[in-house]
């Protein structure tokens, strides 16, 4: 093993987000013979974190522990993240394209004077050419992008590349690095979450998300139904947000969330051209929506013409009986 390509794991509350397993199977598509090098960021004990990111494939991990990098800032975890780089000298480097990662990785790659592919979703590989495929026009068109030159750095869109089977039986050598993290000029003073609770929306596998057909607050609640028993989470359009019927962190779209579930269930959605930028890369899109002109229709792969408030609470039951 020569080659060598960085994984930058990202957590969350505590756990490796999928996204960090994903980026593994990323790294292998590139360079299947390469040696894996996982990077955590945190503060406290790592190492178990470590561990996983082994099960998920990589071949070793550096953590780095450190109280400025209990919250993420890009001083800190791109100081952490540069210092792993710089001893490695990876020919390859990839992230997750989350928030974290689209703020992060940028730095990075500007430090290191080299490019960045960014939100890939998928890498095709041709002897010694490997395509990064990336959407573009909010996911109308796709292109593919080569790297000729420098650090093959780019950034993975999450849900898209499936992580490898996790192995327990493997195992691999996990290097804490000490590191003084200096010139945080960031003060994080309080972190607050508005998130919804439950499946984090940009890695759920399941999505129900509402429109301004639901019509109220109340009328998300058997959206929500739908959503727990199906193990999903759920969403909205901007439409819905606008009228105060959820949180704007449930926005999907050109300036919300980009989301790429198994399964999307647009519930009374017109399908405006922002509103499918965030979701029209779904694997199975179902429409519910009485407007049997609406245009959510033509990206549907199943569509229901009916009022979402007949439709949905027969939709639980027959999943439920299916659970049964
Ligand atoms: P509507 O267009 O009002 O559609 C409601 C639908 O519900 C209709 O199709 C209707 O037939 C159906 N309906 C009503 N009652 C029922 C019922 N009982 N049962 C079944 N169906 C029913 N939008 C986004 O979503 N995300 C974005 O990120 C976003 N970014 C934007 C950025 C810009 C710069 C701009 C200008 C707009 C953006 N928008 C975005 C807004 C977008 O253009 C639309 O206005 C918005 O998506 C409409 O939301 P909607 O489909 O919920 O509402």
């Not at 093993?1 to 994903?22: C, P």
């Not at 573009?136 to 992008?145: D, P, R, V």
């Not at 490898?164 to 000029?185: F, H, Q, W």
């Amino acid at each position: 093993m020569s080659e060598k390509i960085v994984v930058i794991g990202e957590t969350k509350d505590g756990s490796l987000r999928n996204v960090s397993y994903e980026a593994i199977a990323a790294a292998k598509k590139v360079d299947a013979e390469a040696e894996l090098v996982g990077v955590i960021c945190g503060s406290g004990e790592l190492e178990e974190l470590g561990k996983e990111m082994i099960y998920y494939g990589a071949d070793r991990v550096v953590t780095i522990s450190h109280d400025s990098l209990t919250a993420y800032t890009s001083e800190g975890f791109g100081q952490a993240v540069l210092a792993v780089i710089h001893e490695e000298s990876p020919k390859s480097i990839v992230m997750g394209h989350t928030s974290i990662g689209k703020d992060l990785t940028p730095k990075i790659a500007s430090k290191l004077e080299t490019g960045l592919i960014s939100d890939a979703v998928d890498i095709e590989v041709e002897g010694d050419k490997i395509q990064f495929v990336r959407p573009i026009y909010s996911g109308k068109a796709f292109e593919k992008k080569i790297i000729t030159d420098g650090i093959t750095f780019f950034t993975i869109r999450p849900n898209n590349i499936p992580a490898l089977n996790r192995d327990e039986a493997r195992s691999g050598e996990i290097t804490p690095k000490n590191l003084d993290i200096t010139d945080i000029r960031t003060v994080i003073k309080d972190v607050v979450r508005k998130a919804s609770e439950g499946v984090d929306l940009s890695e759920a596998n399941v999505i129900v998300a509402g429109g301004r057909g639901v019509k109220s607050e109340d009328g998300f609640k058997p959206l929500y139904e739908l959503a727990e028993v199906l193990g999903g989470a759920v969403g909205a359009s901007r439409g819905a947000c606008d009228a105060e019927y959820c949180d704007y962190s449930l926005q999907i779209g050109q300036t919300g969330k980009v989301v790429t579930p198994d399964l999307y269930i647009a519930v009374g959605i017109s399908g405006a051209i922002q509103h499918l930028a965030g979701m029209s890369n779904s694997k199975v899109i179902v429409a519910i929506n009485k407007d049997p002109e609406a245009n959510i229709f033509n990206v549907a792969d199943y569509g229901i013409v009916g009022d979402l408030f007949e439709v949905i609470p027969l939709l639980i039951e027959e999943v439920k009986k299916l659970q049964e």
